[in-house]
Antibody, heavy 125, light 110 residues
Framework: QVQLQESGPGLVKPSQTLSLTCTVS??????????WSWIRQPAGKGLEWIGR???????NYNPSLKSRVTISLDTSKNQFSLKLSSVTAADTAVYYC?????????????????WGQGTLVTVSS | QSALTQPASVSGSPGQSITISCTGT?????????VSWYQQHPGKAPKLIIY???KRPSGVSNRFSGSKSGNTASLTISGLQAEDEADYYC??????????FGTGTKVTVL
């Protein structure tokens, strides 16, 4: 059974960099069948896709966050990470990591099948 | 990129059927059959219930069904049950190779 677990500081000061790590167990992050994604949800609001990384290291980011986001991969630890710079109160949210299926039986597809439990990050001085 | 548009709330009585719409553009919903739906109970992570417009993952009730017409995808819940009370989100692949979620719909079982 695949499991994802977010970890990182729950409190970040304004203008600083938010850093989170997602540890994947029960499956290899090096599999070519998946993207590894970050998604966030402010309290009482909807889901917002932040970005994703492939095993090759290629990335795609939400255009509205692109200038501040970096997602990276550590295959030796079976982890991937999120860095969001110059944070403000508007970045306060529950952050989820998720696995996105991109290939099934040699056929292209896209959907998020496994999610972490989420971690609340508050931006405040 | 703009969020896909969903009704803020939908309600129904036990046993009834309800439908949630998800409207996008020709750059996302209208041009790709990569629409998925997620159910989220309070304080929990989203759970996949529909992928590729109308396919159900193993273990998901057949009371959930999906469809698409033009730029609008739809999720139908038939035989509404108390446990279906939750928030529902659609998601789509986009022409920019990014992903976009819907605004979310709160389903209330009366």
């Amino acid at each position: 059974q695949v499991q994802l677990q977010e970890s990182g500081p729950g409190l970040v000061k304004p203008s600083q960099t938010l850093s989170l790590t997602c540890t994947v167990s029960g499956g290899s992050i090096s599999s070519g069948s998946y993207y590894w994604s970050w998604i966030r949800q402010p309290a009482g609001k909807g889901l917002e896709w932040i970005g994703r990384i492939y095993t090759s290291g290629s990335t795609n980011y939400n255009p509205s966050l692109k200038s501040r986001v970096t997602i990276s991969l550590d295959t030796s630890k079976n982890q991937f990470s999120l860095k969001l710079s110059s944070v403000t109160a508007a970045d306060t949210a529950v952050y989820y990591c998720a696995r996105e299926v991109v290939v099934v039986a040699a056929t292209q597809t896209y959907y998020f099948d496994y999610w972490g439990q989420g971690t609340l990050v508050t931006v405040s001085s | 990129q703009s969020a896909l548009t969903q009704p803020a709330s939908v309600s129904g009585s036990p046993g009834q059927s309800i439908t949630i719409s998800c409207t996008g553009t020709s750059s996302d919903v209208g041009n790709y059959n990569y629409v998925s739906w997620y159910q989220q109970h309070p304080g929990k992570a989203p759970k996949l219930i529909i992928y590729e417009v109308s396919k159900r993952p193993s273990g998901v009730s057949n009371r959930f069904s999906g469809s698409k017409s033009g730029n609008t995808a739809s999720l139908t819940i038939s035989g509404l049950q108390a446990e279906d009370e939750a928030d529902y989100y659609c998601s789509s692949y986009t022409s920019s190779s990014t992903r976009v979620f819907g605004t979310g719909t709160k389903v209330t079982v009366l």
